[in-house]
T-cell receptor, first 115, second 114 residues
Framework: ELKVEQNPLFLSMQEGKNYTIYCNYS?????LYWYRQDPGKSLESLFV?????AVKQEGRLMASLDTKARLSTLHITAAVHDLSATYFC???????????????FGKGTKLSVIP | KAGVTQTPRYLIKTRGQQVTLSCSPI?????VSWYQQTPGQGLQFLFE???????NKGNFPGRFSGRQFSNSRSEMNVSTLELGDSALYLC?????????????FGNGTRLTVT
């Protein structure tokens, strides 16, 4: 059974600081996604990482994937209050050989950026 | 381009009742997946449909079922509701599923079972 573990689960940081969220998964996959969820809202796609060594950046967020270590990181640079949200990583693997893929999500990291 | 639309947004039901949730995917998307989100269990996969066929089902009891119509719209049904079914139910769509593009999620239906 695929397990996806994120840490930390809660993160409180001051504006202007840097921090990294880690996502470990238990089986071979080269497809990993990061999503953001604001309170009471749906999931918004942030990054799609499809190969070993993939790195994507958008604004103050940068995501990377190491498939050999089964590890993805989401790095936050110079945090601002608007980044406060819950961040999920999800691993995408094929099940049942029917061409069907499903996402297995981590528990999420609730980020609070304090002014 | 319209996003994934889920109706209703909120539902309150009592134990033992049944409920039907609806999802309209993005135009051109033929794969529709359903996820349950709860504070305790997080996001869990329910099932995935493609071209009116269920291709995959998560580890949920048979009370949870779904279907997809020829226009790709999907419904999920929960019968004999239990208190533990209270959750946010999210529908997501993609072109064919598994193509390595992100799922597009709707705003969800929040179900409360009393």
């Amino acid at each position: 059974e695929l397990k996806v573990e994120q840490n930390p689960l809660f993160l409180s940081m001051q504006e202007g600081k840097n921090y990294t969220i880690y996502c470990n998964y238990s089986t071979t996959s080269d497809r990993l996604y990061w999503y953001r969820q604001d309170p009471g809202k749906s999931l918004e796609s942030l990054f799609v990482l499809l190969s070993n060594g993939a790195v994507k950046q958008e604004g103050r967020l940068m995501a990377s994937l190491d498939t050999k270590a089964r590890l993805s990181t989401l790095h936050i640079t110079a945090a601002v209050h608007d980044l406060s949200a819950t961040y999920f990583c999800a691993v995408d693997i094929e099940y049942s050989g029917a061409g069907s893929y499903q996402l297995t999500f981590g528990k999420g990291t609730k980020l609070s950026v304090i002014p | 381009k319209a996003g994934v639309t889920q109706t209703p947004r909120y539902l309150i039901k009592t134990r033992g009742q049944q409920v039907t949730l609806s999802c309209s995917p993005i135009s051109g998307h033929r794969s529709v997946s359903w996820y349950q989100q709860t504070p305790g269990q997080g996001l869990q996969f329910l099932f995935e449909y493609f071209s009116e066929t269920q291709r995959n089902k998560g580890n949920f009891p048979g009370r949870f079922s779904g279907r997809q119509f020829s226009n790709s719209r999907s419904e999920m049904n929960v019968s004999t509701l239990e208190l533990g079914d209270s959750a946010l139910y999210l529908c997501a769509s993609s072109r064919v599923g598994g193509e390595g593009s992100p799922l597009h999620f709707g705003n969800g239906t929040r179900l409360t079972v009393t």
